[in-house]
């Protein structure tokens, strides 16, 4: 994570490698509305970093960066996870597409055969262990 420009730079320095520099904020649709730039070398991610930090992106002030290795993505997957709070559900639904996580909304519209979504029960999944396998103790 990056603050300032120098502090991009810094990280992109430490990977050696070409960089994704990533606006963190609270919005899906980065890449889309430029929250997402690339850079060959670190001049270009303090470049990146620099129109980034302290403009919007889709209403939100960009405080932070994030800079990561860039990868030759072969094939895209979305996973996540949302909570439902109709009356049927009330809890946690895991989804989940082959299709990418860029542009999720118009594939469920489009084509809802290709999203996966399980609703999780909560009070059956802790139903189902004892307290001596939970990664915690009551006292």
Do not use: C, H
């Not at 990533?22 to 470049?47: C, H, N, V």
């Not at 990561?68 to 709070?85: C, F, M, P, Q, T």
């Not at 009070?123 to 396998?133: E, I, Q």
Request: proline residues 6%; charged residues 30%; negative net charge.
């Amino acid at each position: 994570m990056a603050s300032t420009p120098q502090e991009a730079r810094e990280i992109a320095e430490r990977i050696g490698k070409p960089v994704a520099v990533k606006a963190q904020i609270w919005a899906t649709g980065r890449f889309k509305a430029g929250g997402i730039k690339f850079a060959d070398d670190p001049s270009g991610a303090e470049k990146a970093a620099g129109e980034l930090l302290g403009v919007e992106v889709k209403g939100f002030p960009v405080e932070k960066v994030l800079v990561e290795e860039k990868l030759d993505v072969d094939r895209e997957y979305y996973a996540g996870v949302i909570v439902d709070d109709s009356y049927k559900v009330k809890g946690p639904v895991v989804i989940f597409s082959t299709e990418g996580g860029v542009d999720i909304e118009e594939v469920a519209e489009t084509s809802p055969e290709k999203i996966s979504r399980l609703n999780v029960d909560i009070f059956r999944a802790f139903a189902s262990t004892t307290p001596t396998t939970w990664p915690w103790r009551l006292e």
